[in-house]
């Protein structure tokens, strides 16, 4: 990972046409795009993140701003991009569903600290997609794409303050969906606990998430 | 076996350390480090369509930085057709007098004006009836029978002004190196047709409707003005 500054430099480089300095913006920042949208639009993030990147490609030279303004000017193309595909088939987000994850995890070993060892970036991204949109995209946006609480308000329309209170909630929840499978009397527990959080529709998407 | 600590309940403090990526000790570190993980090959499967796009990018004509200039650019714009349309008007207005001097068609254009659009209108009046009912074949016909329309609309303008406003008037007639007083007689005789115009200085217009001996058609004004001659002022007294 590159410091700060030298990655305010490299976003000024890619302006003014470095080919290689765009290079390390995609690899820097298309990981965290395209798990941002994965909870956004489930098995369609990788083609939302082709056509965000086709935009940002386009008018990186109309932006202005350091890394940290990059990282931000980026999310809020990805997430355009996203709107317009969710207003295209009339639905509403639809992450990928974090059912098969949390099956595996179970499957893998009965105590749950076994289980988060083998925690891919895939079941980490789905078992956060699981939360309550407004939630996920908050944890999502901080703590992957790595904006602060201010970033994220402008991106998502809403004031800071109801960033960081969305984004306490969803990691609260997020530690009380880890928390309940440890808990002593699993069996009952679990049929509770973790019945279905989310729709069952998106589970074909699963197998098609690498 | 997982330690107590690891599952004690989620606190502010410990969330705003985990949004900061700080370890906690919390068993939300590995779920949040592994949402951050690098990159892996799948994810930049992209990366070829990025470049491509990048470069052709590059090879497009450099755009004006779009943000900041989008209000700009707007009044930019509007501005640039205010002074374009006011240019035109002006030269419009100046060169087609100008052009109508040198021509000497400006009496032409003065006094044959009202008869061709007369006719037209006349004949469409006539005609359009059993063709259609609709307005626009009138309209057609009336603005496409002669070319003489366009100049009537000049010197309309630049009487317009003597009506309105004689400084501007004098000033026009100026740059278009016309008499003035010529002009003021043309304006005079045209304001009586149309609109009646008051046309205050009666004693210019006498001689100039001797000189051109416009027989058929100052009878046919006369009627039409002689009450704003004598009023002066015009439409307001009658």
Redesign the interface.
Known sequence: MMDAEDLDAVVIA?QS?D?QA??LL??TQ??AL??YLRILVGEDA?DV??EA??Q?????????GDFDGFRGWTATIARHRAMDLLRSQRRRPQPAAADEFLAELRAADD???RA??L???D???A??AALPPEQAEA??L???V?LDAKSTGKILGRRAGAIRTA??RG??N???R??QP?QPPPEQRRSASWSNPVTTSAAPALKEM? | MTSPEEWTPMDRKTADSLLRGDRTGHALDRVLAAAQAPATAAELAGEADAMAAFRAAAQAPAKHRKRPSVIQSCLTRMLTLKVAAVAFATSATVGGMALAANTGALHEATFSAPEPSATATSEAAQVSPPVSPTVSPPAQVGTTSSATPKKRVTDTDLCTDFQRNHERFREQVRRAGKNQVEMERTCRTRAGAPNTSPSARQPSREPFRDRNGGGTRTPEREPQQGGGNTGGAGQPHR
């Open positions: 890619a046409g080919e765009f290079r995609y690899r298309q990981p395209l798990r990788e993140a082709s990147w086709l940002i490609a386009r008018d990186l030279r109309t932006f202005s105590t749950a600290d988060l060892e925690v891919t970036t079941a980490a991204v078992l956060i944890v999502m901080r703590v992957v790595g984004a306490y990691l609260k997020l530690a009380a880890l928390a440890a690498r």
